[in-house]
């Protein structure tokens, strides 16, 4: 009798399903929801999506907690493990816990809000750190195997646009570059998420050209939506500042990230960005930002949750599904920068985001001009010798095509740690170019190896090549001693004007 009981209510509360290495539904018992055999199990929902990452082959085993599932207007709150397995047959078991999730909930309502926080860091903290290890492990682990051949991409790239190509090539390259950008800018998104949920991420205000930024800005996505067919519309209202103080590289892509969604969603018609001055006060310009589409829309009852992460919606026009982070990092980024976004909408007549930013007015144009000129080609009255230590082939031939071209350099590459000391001992090096991790070493070890050294090796530059961009990663480098630090992926300005500065 008891295992009649057992099976009834255990079978309601469980769901079994089993998938092959790529997330392809083998067989399932559709307790919870229905899914149909050989159908993708991340079509079903975004959050399957890291199926992709986890599904490798090894025997391990990965859980989930309060999962929260939105299958045909029904929320189901579940416990999710996931076991990977070496024969192409992997198990995904969801427990169904809505109902015990929804009265903690209530209870927690009820109580004291200091009492909560301390049950919750008492009986979830070691859980929580469990989570957020595997969390960093992952994104570490995907950033790495990405970052080194976007790099080399994206820098042959820029090599061959400046080469004797057809027009058709040219064209055939402009869209290899656009892609490029956007697979930079996915990472750069996944990284941020994980800065903000841990409190990390940072602004860093400095003057800068506020015009030109915009321009620069502009010139790319022109060519990504004529290439769709859209026509694309700038307007720069007269009266705003000339240069402004403030994070540059945020404002940039607040917008980048809000044209990207209009273009994603715009099949027939134009982009319009529109920028304006609202007001100056007390040294302050407020700026008024429009970005502007004639696309899909957005239903009203949608609004509110097109900033949540990995949050889609239907378009009937294609019958597809568009999930992303750059709308959650818009907004929290516009409210970290003091500012509010809104959005007004239409189902197939477009859409229109609109946010407003301070920015601290300044007149240092000749500080700016000076800070452009820093970077530009030193004459030299020698070559130089520069140590590569990296194991990527592909890095080590991206780093060779750069500075061979510029003919001020003597390149010596080495793949293995150990071979390091050596080669600074017995050959002239003016500048080591280090990648941050090499097979058992790590940047900061072989640092400390040539600091080591007797006091002639003690100021050699040493530039960190990193996959690492973290505020703690960076001051580690510094505190190792290391000089400066170069974030794959990188192009071919900033890897030289880093090495130019530091051989000043």
């Known amino acids: 009798m008891l295992e009649a009981y057992k099976k009834k209510y255990h079978q309601n509360n469980f769901q079994y399903i089993l998938v092959d290495d790529f997330g392809a539904v083998l067989e399932t018992d559709n307790n919870l929801f229905t899914v149909q055999p050989k159908s993708l199990l991340q079509e079903c929902h975004p959050f399957f999506e890291i199926l992709s990452g986890l599904l490798q082959g090894n025997d391990e085993t990965f859980e989930f907690s309060c999962i929260n599932l939105d299958f045909e207007n029904e929320i189901l709150i579940a416990d999710i493990t996931i076991i990977s397995q070496n024969k192409n047959e992997n198990l995904v078991i969801l427990e169904n816990l809505t109902k015990h999730y929804n009265n903690y909930q209530l209870t927690a309502q009820t109580r004291n809000e200091s009492i ?35 790099t080399a991409s994206i820098i042959f790239s820029d090599l061959l646009i400046n080469s004797n190509l057809s027009a058709d090539q040219k064209n055939y390259l402009d869209i290899i570059q656009s892609a490029n950008k956007d697979l930079k800018t996915r990472i750069e998104d996944i990284l941020d998420i994980s800065k903000i949920e841990s409190g990390k991420l940072s602004l860093n205000e400095k003057v800068f050209d506020f015009s030109k930024l915009l321009n620069d800005i502009i010139s790319g996505f022109k060519i990504l939506a004529n290439n769709k067919g859209l026509e694309f519309v700038f307007n720069l209202r007269e009266g705003l500042p000339e240069y402004v103080k403030g994070d540059q590289y945020r404002l940039k892509q607040i917008i980048a990230n809000l044209i990207t969604n209009a273009i994603n969603n715009t099949h027939a018609g134009s982009i319009t960005l529109n920028v304006s001055l609202n007001y100056v006060r007390a040294k302050k310009a407020n700026i008024h930002f429009e970005v502007i589409d004639t696309g899909i829309g957005i239903e009203a009852s949608k609004i509110d949750t097109i900033f949540e992460r990995f ?174 630090v170069v974030t794959k992926p990188f192009d071919e300005t900033i890897i030289l004007e880093k090495i130019y500065n530091n051989l000043k």
């Open 116 to 150: 909560i926080n301390s049950q919750v860091l008492e009986l979830k903290n070691e859980y929580l750190l469990e989570k957020e290890t595997f969390k960093n492990n992952f994104i570490a682990n995907f950033s790495h195997q990405l970052r080194n051949p976007i």
């Open 311 to 484: 949050n889609h919606l239907d378009s009937a026009a294609r019958n597809d599904k568009r999930i992303g982070l750059g709308l959650s990092i818009v907004k929290y980024l516009i409210s970290e920068m003091q500012g509010n976004i809104n959005v007004e909408s239409e189902v197939n007549a477009g859409s229109k985001f609109i946010f407003n930013l301070s920015f601290k007015l300044s007149n240092h144009s000749e500080s700016i001009k000076e800070e452009l000129l820093k970077y530009q080609v030193p004459k030299l009255n020698k070559k130089y010798h520069i140590l590569l230590v990296e194991d990527s082939e592909l890095i080590q031939l991206t780093i060779l095509k750069i500075l061979a071209a510029t003919g001020h350099f003597y390149i010596n590459i080495i793949s293995k740690g150990e071979e390091l000391v050596s080669n600074i001992i017995n050959k002239d090096v003016d500048l080591i170019l280090l990648a941050n991790t090499i097979q058992d070493f790590s940047a900061m070890d072989l640092a400390a190896s040539v600091r080591n050294l007797s006091r002639e090796y003690k100021k050699t530059p040493i530039i960190v090549l990193s996959t690492q961009a973290f505020k703690e990663d960076l001051k580690s480098f510094k505190q190792a001693k290391i000089n400066d």
